[in-house]
């Protein structure tokens, strides 16, 4: 998948995504999406990290970004952690009902029912509608 050639990286778009993906998370660098004009919706995930299965729990944190981007109405995605385990993901969507067809995902299911078993002490998902958004940078 990854070919060098006089210096120049070729990769697929899927490669690159993965890379990114690892990188944002093993950084605790945050990127931001890039949403729509509003109104849109944000499920926000916070969360407090185990310290079990570390290996499968980065792993399968990337397979259900990845996941996410392909159901219909997925946005983008912003996560971060620090170092103690904190954690805040949030995920935005084109609709509540974008939302409840990933929150009931076969794959996502299993994970999030991994995650009450071994990866969380504790957590909260918070459902929000974005009636305005602004921004700056520099």
């Known amino acids: 998948q990854l070919k060098i050639a ?3 990286v070729l990769c697929n778009t899927k ?3 993965t890379l990114l993906l690892y990188i944002i998370r093993r950084s605790y660098f945050l990127f931001f999406t890039n949403t729509p ?3 849109y919706y944000a499920a926000i995930f916070t969360s407090q990290r185990t ?4 290996k499968n ?10 996941l996410a981007s392909k159901q219909d ?4 995605v912003e996560s971060a952690r620090d170092r103690n385990g904190f954690g805040i993901t949030v995920s935005y969507w084109d609709s ?8 009931e995902n076969v794959s996502h299911k299993k994970v999030q ?7 969380y002490s504790s957590y909260t998902t918070r459902i929000c509608k974005v009636e305005r958004a602004y921004s700056n940078s520099k």
């Not at 310290?51 to 570390?54: A, F, R, V």
């Open 15 to 17: 490669y690159l995504i």
């Open 51 to 54: 310290e079990k299965d570390n």
């Open 113 to 119: 029912e991994k995650g009450k078993l071994d990866w």
């Open 57 to 66: 729990y980065s792993s399968t944190a990337d397979l259900m970004d990845e």
């Open 6 to 8: 006089s210096s120049v």
């Open 73 to 76: 109405g997925f946005l983008g």
């Open 96 to 103: 509540i009902e974008a939302i409840k067809l990933w929150k």
């Open 37 to 39: 004009e509003h109104p």
